[in-house]
T-cell receptor
Framework: KQEVTQIPAALSVPEGENLVLNCSFT??????LQWFRQDPGKGLTSLLL?????REQTSGRLNASLDKSSGRSTLYIAASQPGDSATYLC???????????FGDGTTLTVKP | GAVVSQHPSWVICKSGTSVKIECRSL??????MFWYRQFPKQSLMLMAT?????????EQGVEKDKFLINHASLTLSTLTVTSAHPEDSSFYIC??????????????FGDGTRLSIL
């Protein structure tokens, strides 16, 4: 059974800092890994999707990496802004069209 | 980008009422949709996998007769909370998986439905 862990559970940084969020998973036979952000009372917004054959994906200030052999993914946020404050979740899918396993998320606060 | 529309966004109703929540994929076909429940300050709890044209697959501990799921078309899944009671009050979120070639099976979420049973 796939288990997904996100560390830290909460993170507070001053505006402008670069930061890394971590996601680890126990079963390396994954189909893809997806990073989301969730604002309070809202649904999830997809940030980046990494296929099992890929090592990283970039979108603007965000960069996500994937190391299947070690069961880890990181989400790097450059030059953080107060608008980045949210809960970040990673989700791992093991088979095509199968369900995903979510981590508990990291709640990020970026202070002005 | 891919859009999933979920309605209604907020429902308040009396105990014993049945409530239907709709989840639509607006610009892609979704043979598979998912229904989640989320408690305050907690992560998502998968309730069931909705499969177009067939019965939904429920997670252990989720009452099938309580949470009715219908996925009658490639763009619409509905969740009906039957005879809702205060303990059913929660935030319900749907998602759809985009299996269009090149999209990598990305999962896209609706904005959620806040259900409050009085």
């Amino acid at each position: 059974k796939q288990e997904v862990t996100q560390i830290p559970a909460a993170l507070s940084v001053p505006e402008g800092e670069n930061l890394v969020l971590n996601c680890s998973f126990t079963d390396s036979a994954i189909y893809n890994l997806q990073w989301f952000r969730q604002d309070p009372g809202k649904g999830l917004t997809s940030l980046l999707l990494i296929q099992s054959s890929q090592r990283e994906q970039t979108s603007g200030r965000l960069n996500a990496s994937l190391d299947k052999s070690s069961g880890r993914s990181t989400l790097y946020i450059a030059a953080s802004q107060p608008g980045d404050s949210a809960t970040y979740l990673c989700a791992v899918m093991n088979t095509n069209a199968g369900k995903s396993t979510f981590g508990d998320g990291t709640t990020l606060t970026v202070k002005p | 980008g891919a859009v999933v529309s979920q309605h209604p966004s907020w429902v308040i109703c009396k105990s014993g009422t049945s409530v239907k929540i709709e989840c639509r994929s607006l610009d892609f076909q979704a043979t598979t949709m998912f229904w989640y429940r989320q408690f305050p300050k907690q992560s998502l709890m998968l309730m069931a996998t909705s499969n177009e044209g067939s019965k939904a697959t429920y997670e252990q501990g989720v009452e099938k007769d309580k949470f009715l799921i219908n996925h009658a078309s490639l763009t619409l899944s509905t969740l009906t909370v039957t005879s809702a009671h205060p303990e059913d009050s929660s935030f319900y979120i749907c998602s759809a998986r985009d299996l269009t070639p090149g999209q990598g099976g990305a999962q896209h979420f609706g904005d959620g439905t806040r259900l409050s049973i009085l």
